[in-house]
């Protein structure tokens, strides 16, 4: 029998270590966090320095319980929680409540879970880091301080069920300000002159670029001279078809385009997004499985190492490896003099490498037939990265060439690839060479046909979750680790709603954001929130006192709350003035929240009960941002809320009667592609008082009703560590998490297991 313990995160976690140690060491697994600040009181002594009251969660108590049992007979613990501070957190914790006089209890770090990093680990344990935890416990307690102090607020002054959140109303903050942009927004016209040109009968394309030296506008960017109209945009045309195309210069250059670093963890989610449509919270879900082991073929294997580090630093035994198989495969021509080195940005913890396959030889093809379709997409844009970023330099030629036409100056421009280098792997969007043909200085060109297209300005566009990301991460706000929590939360607090991949504040995201920027102004400030991350990498490094952070915070944000509580507008009561008359009695139209979302009413109700519902952020418009128009009418769709969720309806209303939903055919409903089997009839999906449901499209005489197929998730049951967790709902519609081996495994949980995410 094993006479040391290993203690981890996760039951997969556990098996893939399990199967490398060969009976050594005996493994168990928490199923994340053990320990948290109460869930129905304050738990911070604020008086007594912030002291935090940690109890066992309750869902954990029977695996506290057991790994007390069995830490009875081991002499050694290894805590091998994830190596960040929510791992150090679990660690800090485990220790507490296991530590005795004749036990040596250790803290092991796992990079990757492989043989080597297993034994690198094992082989130099170390204890606790104390200032990473502190650091993480200073975020729970900044987290919970504003969480339960604000959260009240809102529901004293909006409505019951709303929250706040340090970061998370940051990210709603920067949502709202990108919609303000855009309402404000003036579109200007503006026309481009695209002249087709002839050399020995191969055509090319050159664009009207300057008018007596003076540039032409082309986009948003202002310039000197802006075609603003048909008119001068016919007359350029008309003299540009009169005159000779002569060639003015030819510039050629080679131009180097170099790999980009291996993955960190917001780049990760980028170009996931980006490439695969992958949201931040499946790209971490899949990461984390890739991470923990998966089978293939003689038992789990950790594929990749920790995905949660913003550092682009590579071991030496990996670069060493890498260099090895891109000789091997691509040729020593495509491997530079040294390895490539890249610089990492400011404040990046280090103590990770980035983000790579535990073996570059364990090529995407190799082990296809083990990984599902995602896990393959997304293990192989893993190693595709790495492998790129240590071969040569991809090397263009551009041409830029400059065509004279009178007063007009025209130019065109081409790239040809010379050399693959690092595209032979990996292609991060290089497009399809464009060819010009082979012209000289003073040349004429011949006129094919000349274009005059209109353009306008266009707003800054609305934030996908990849760029969401990109500007949290840019701001400093908030860790890679927590961005799917941030955008779960925000979405599930219905302040957000995502339409066509992109982000749009809903009237109450903007009613809460600014009662709470204004109230709170430097609290939810950027710069403030960026710098607050910043001392927490401080505490860390052993270089800030985490007290005095706390302090220092508190003292700032008690003065904005005692100021919220006198002095923010009581929407309950008197609503949030909009700047409109009554057009029954005159009165003051005012913002108000009732059980179905926000509205507009009179502000001398119940005097008077003029009231309307609120057109959100993202009205009437289809997937290409072109109006929708009704298709009854012609009139304007808008977007509104209503009971069971958000539906179109004409503007002409009450004249016009149409309405259909987010996805539907008119009727309120979305017609399927499958009948009833009980009548013939088709079904529909439709929207109840619990959700979305589907029926026949013959009720009320026909009443069938299809059971919802549970769905599965990609985590295992921390029960049984065999089935999957799946989604299911009570008969009220509330969604609760039980086990896909249900009756064998009983597992039911309210909240989904914390094997996977993060929420630091």
């Known amino acids: 029998m094993a006479d040391k313990l290993i203690i981890v995160e996760s039951p997969a976690k556990s098996r893939t270590i399990e199967k490398y140690l060969k009976g050594k060491y005996h493994v168990e697994a928490t199923m994340g966090h053990i320990v948290d600040l109460p869930k129905k009181e304050f738990g911070i002594d604020i008086e007594n320095g912030f002291k935090p009251k940690y109890v066992v969660i309750d869902e954990k108590k029977k695996v506290v319980s057991n790994l007390k049992k069995k830490a009875k007979n081991y002499s050694e613990i290894y805590l091998a929680a994830d190596p960040d501070r929510e791992g150090e957190a679990i660690c800090y914790h485990l220790k507490n409540l296991l530590s005795s006089k004749d036990k040596k209890i250790y803290r092991v770090l796992f990079n990757e879970i492989t043989p080597t990093g297993i034994s690198k680990a094992l082989e130099s344990p170390g204890d606790v880091d104390l200032n990473k935890f502190n650091a993480q416990q200073t975020r729970r307690i900044v ?351 219905a302040y957000v709603l995502m339409k066509e991949k992109k982000f749009y504040p809903t009237a109450l995201g903007e009613l809460v954001n600014k009662l709470l920027v204004s109230s709170f102004p430097k609290i939810f400030e950027i710069n403030y929130t960026a710098n607050l991350e910043k001392e927490l990498d401080g505490i860390e490094e052993g270089k800030l006192d985490y007290l005095e952070v706390l302090r220092k915070f508190y003292i700032e944000f008690e003065r904005y709350l005692k100021r919220a509580e006198e002095e923010m507008v009581s929407v309950k009561r008197n609503g949030v003035p909009i700047g409109e008359k009554c057009e029954k009695c005159g009165g003051e139209m005012v913002k108000k929240v009732g059980k179905f979302g926000v509205f507009i009413a009179c502000s001398n109700y119940p005097e008077c009960k003029n009231t309307r519902e609120v057109v959100e952020s993202a009205d009437g418009e289809d997937a290409n941002g072109e109006k929708k128009t009704c298709p009854k009418c012609g009139g304007e769709l808008v977007l509104k809320s209503g009971r069971y969720g958000k539906f179109y309806t004409c503007s002409n209303y009450p004249e016009c009667d149409y309405r259909e939903s987010l996805n539907g055919n008119g009727n309120g409903v979305k017609q399927l592609d499958k009948n009833c089997p009980q009548c013939g009839k088709p079904l529909v999906e439709r929207k109840g008082k619990y959700g979305k449901f589907i029926a026949c499209s013959g009720y009320p005489e026909c009443k069938y009703i299809e059971k919802e197929k549970p769905k599965e998730l990609d985590i295992i049951c921390p029960k049984c560590g065999k089935g999957k967790i799946v989604v299911r709902k009570t008969r009220r519609g509330k969604v609760f998490y039980g086990c896909s081996r249900y009756p064998d495994c009983d597992y039911a949980s309210w909240t989904l297991p914390d094997n996977g995410e993060k929420s630091d």
């Open 143 to 493: 987290d919970r301080i504003v969480g339960y102090k604000v959260s009240p607020l809102l529901w004293e002054k909006v409505k019951r069920g709303l929250s706040a959140g340090r970061v998370q109303t940051v990210a709603l903050r920067i949502i709202c300000e990108r919609e303000e942009e855009i309402r404000k927004f003036n579109k200007e016209e503006y026309w481009t002159i695209l002249a087709e040109l002839l050399k020995n009968e191969i055509p090319f394309t050159a664009k009207l670029v300057e008018i007596d030296g003076r540039k032409v506008r082309i986009g948003n960017k202002k310039a000197p001279i802006a075609i603003d109209s048909k008119q001068l945009a016919e007359q350029i045309k008309r003299e540009l078809e009169k005159g000779n195309f002569l060639i003015e210069s030819v510039k050629k250059k080679h131009k180097k385009r170099n790999p980009l670093p291996p993955f960190i963890t917001s780049k990760l989610q980028q170009e996931a997004a980006r490439v695969l449509d992958f949201p931040v919270k499946k790209t971490m879900r899949i990461a984390q499985k890739l991470y923990e082991g998966v089978d293939i073929g003689d038992g789990p294997v950790g594929l990749i190492t920790y995905m949660r580090t913003d550092s682009t630093r590579i071991s030496k035994e990996a670069i060493e490896s890498a260099r090895a198989f891109i000789g091997e495969k691509f040729g020593k021509e495509e491997l530079p003099s040294k390895p490539n080195v890249y610089s990492a940005k400011e404040n990046a913890q280090d103590a990770h490498e980035a983000i790579r396959p535990t073996s570059v030889f364990r090529t995407p093809e190799s082990i296809s037939k083990y990984l599902s379709k995602d896990e393959l997409a997304l293990y192989s844009l893993i190693w595709k990265r790495f492998v790129a970023s240590q071969m040569t330099p991809a090397i263009f030629e551009e041409t830029e060439v400059k065509i004279k036409n009178g007063k007009y100056t025209l130019e065109a421009s081409g790239t040809v690839l010379k050399k693959e280098g690092f595209l032979k792997v990996y292609n991060p969007g290089v497009g399809k060479d464009k060819l010009l043909p082979e012209v000289e200085e003073g040349e004429k060109l011949a006129l094919k046909n000349i274009e005059a297209k209109q353009n306008f300005t266009t707003p800054p566009p609305r934030y996908t979750e990849a760029t969401l990301v990109k500007e949290l991460e840019s701001n400093g706000i908030g860790r890679p680790s927590t961005y799917a929590t941030i955008i779960s939360v925000i979405q599930n607090r």
